[in-house]
């Protein structure tokens, strides 16, 4: 089993910044590859960024690729989401996700282990 917990999200003006964290619990952090996916009101829950268990190589949605950055560190069993010149159409609930392979998926139901999801509003 694998708890998460995400934080950081809130409300931020067009062209903020705001980092989101998860942190997991459970399970040998550095061998669970993570993810973070997204769902806004009325839309289907959609691939943002994830990264893998071990060499760290990440994936970004075309949409957030050169704004948003994806980290972790298996020190402190966190994921992070960096995110620069923010949009309102990045507004949205961000789910943090987690599966036990050391390989990322941009398929939610790829994934084992949610959170509760943060909410992140951008205004105009």
């Known amino acids: 089993q694998v708890q998460l917990v995400e934080s950081g999200g809130g409300l931020v003006q067009a062209g903020g910044s705001l980092r989101l964290s998860c942190t997991a619990s459970g399970r040998t952090f550095s061998n669970v590859a993570m993810g973070w996916f997204r769902q806004a009101p009325g839309k289907e829950r959609e691939f943002v960024a994830a990264i893998s268990g071990t060499d760290g190589s990440t994936n970004y949605a075309y949409f957030v690729k050169g704004r948003f950055t994806i980290s972790r560190n298996n020190f402190q069993n966190t994921v992070y989401l960096q995110m620069n010149s923010l949009k309102p159409e990045d507004t949205a609930v961000y789910y943090c996700?987690?599966?036990?392979?050391?390989?990322?998926?941009?398929?939610?139901?790829?994934?084992?282990?949610w959170g509760r999801g943060t909410q992140v509003t951008v205004s105009s």
């Open positions: 996700a987690a599966r036990p392979y050391i390989s990322w998926s941009v398929v939610p139901v790829n994934y084992d282990y």
